[in-house]
């Protein structure tokens, strides 16, 4: 099956800084999508990007189909920007979501 | 966007009894839904596609017999851990995809059980 590998694994970040987080692809997808799951668990979407670049707000992704990867920015990180952030694949129009093992992201004050 | 319900949010049980999760897709229609379970720390795994109307597609490894799931509706699946062991304490999450040429899959909210 396809691998989504995301790096970094863990990240810590001083507020303010800026960051990027990288997901990587085995395969050509129908779908990518970027979450951050809440220390509840819940999974907030992010950005369904499954080719091109988005902005909203202080984030922003860009996934390049053709290279398989995909990139999540960070800009002017908070402390309320904590969390794990995942990304998520789905190859077919009609399939499972595949995810990679997440970024655990730490802002500090 | 659409909306993804899953009921409850959490659950403490006895071993040896069963649970119900249902996940009920709020705004739209999803013949295909999916089941999700993230152990602490990790990521999420695929457990089983449900189809309306048919039987449910297990991912190698998960027990069907265990973990029952009926998708009576086009808007409703639910999810049965039957005879619940301390190693079923997980938290589980449901997804459907909307309509369109590459639809975005929705979540639940996630059911966090905990067996005692």
């Known amino acids: 099956g396809i691998q989504v590998e995301q790096s970094p694994p863990d990240l810590i970040l001083q507020e303010g800084a800026n960051s990027t987080l990288r997901c990587n692809f085995s395969?050509?997808?129908?779908?990518l999508q970027w979450f951050h799951q809440n220390p509840w668990g819940q999974l907030i979407n992010l950005f369904y990007i499954p080719s091109g670049t988005k902005q909203n707000g202080r984030l922003s992704a860009t996934t390049v189909a053709t290279e398989r990867y995909s990139l999540l920015y960070i800009s002017s990180s908070q402390t309320t920007d904590s969390g794990v952030y995942f990304c998520?694949?789905?190859?077919?129009?009609?399939?499972?979501?595949?995810f990679g093992d997440g970024t655990t992201l730490t802002v500090k004050p | 966007g659409a909306v993804v319900s899953q009921h409850p949010s959490w659950v403490i049980c006895k071993s040896g009894t069963s649970v119900k999760i249902e996940c009920r897709s709020l705004d739209f229609q999803a013949t295909t839904m999916f089941w999700y379970r993230q152990f602490p720390k990790q990521s999420l795994m695929l457990m089983a596609t449900s189809n309306e109307g048919s039987k449910a597609t297990y991912e190698q490894g998960v027990e069907k017999d265990k973990f029952l799931i009926n998708h009576a509706s086009l808007t409703l699946s639910t999810l049965t851990v039957t005879s619940a062991h301390p190693e079923d304490s997980s938290f589980y999450i449901c997804?459907?995809?909307?309509?369109?040429?590459?639809?975005?899959?929705?979540f639940g909210q996630g059911t966090r059980l905990t067996v005692v």
């Open positions: 998520a694949v789905i190859i077919t129009n009609a399939g499972k979501s595949t």
């Open positions: 997804s459907a995809r909307g309509t369109g040429p590459k639809p975005e899959a929705f």
């Open positions: 395969d050509s997808v129908n779908n």
